[in-house]
């Protein structure tokens, strides 16, 4: 079965400042990864994807991931954040080679970007 | 142009009642999902349907059934409503199962 951690509840930061959220998953088969970022009262909306092939993806809003199979990690990189970027963010995997799309979330971490 | 639409955005109700909540997307996906996030954020998935077809069924009480009259609505029908219930439920669609999804902004369900 896979499963996602998301190594961090809560990140503070200060403006400007570089950033990482980690993410690491666990499963038995090839996998898709997707970070997403969630604003105060609204839906996930997706900020990267790895499928295949390069593993350092770019995003929007500035971020990028670097998938690492050999440490089964996903993790979220944005090198100056503002203030607009705090949000939730949730790292999220489903199995390669399924054709159902279920998505596994981890728990969600807080960032906090203080000015 | 809203590409998934939830509706309604809040619903608070008692305890024992049956509701629906509809969702609509307008990208022409044929995969479409509902998420459950609890009080901690955490979200999960409930169902799928692919083009009307149900393919995912994760370990949801009876009380709750989706209905897909067409490939752009899924909708959620909750039974004898329960407090534990309470939670933010998403819609999502997909254009397939290796394509990312697209959520709504969420049903907030609340019960008294």
């Known amino acids: 079965a896979q499963s996602v951690t998301q190594l961090d509840s809560q990140v503070p930061v200060f403006e400007e400042a570089p950033v990482e959220l980690r993410c690491n998953y666990s499963s038995s088969v090839s996998v898709y990864l997707f970070w997403y970022v969630q604003y105060p009262n609204q839906g996930l909306q997706l900020l990267l994807k790895?499928?295949?092939?390069?593993?350092l993806v770019k995003g929007i809003n500035g971020f990028e991931a670097e998938f690492n199979k050999s440490q089964t990690s996903f993790h979220l990189r944005k090198p100056s954040v503002h203030i607009s970027d705090t949000a939730e963010y949730f790292c999220a995997v489903s199995e390669g080679s399924s054709n159902t799309g279920k998505l596994i979330f981890g728990q969600g971490t807080t960032l906090q970007v203080k000015p | 142009d809203t590409a998934v639409s939830q509706t309604p955005k809040y619903l608070v109700t008692q305890m024992g009642n049956d509701k629906s909540i509809k969702c609509e997307q307008n990208?022409?996906?044929?995969?479409m999902y509902w998420y459950k996030q609890d009080s901690k954020k955490f979200l999960k998935i409930m169902f799928s349907?692919?083009?009307?077809?149900?393919?995912i069924n994760e370990t949801v009480p009876n009380r709750f059934s989706p209905k897909s009259p067409d490939k752009a609505h899924l909708n959620l029908h909750i039974n004898s409503l329960e407090l534990g219930d309470s939670a933010v439920y998403f819609c999502?669609?997909?254009?397939?199962?290796?394509?990312?999804?697209?959520f709504g902004d969420g049903t907030r369900l609340s019960i008294l």
């Open positions: 790895y499928l295949s092939g390069s593993t």
């Open positions: 349907y692919n083009n009307k077809e149900l393919i």
């Open positions: 999502a669609s997909s254009q397939g199962s290796q394509w990312p999804q697209h």
């Open positions: 990208l022409g996906h044929d995969t």
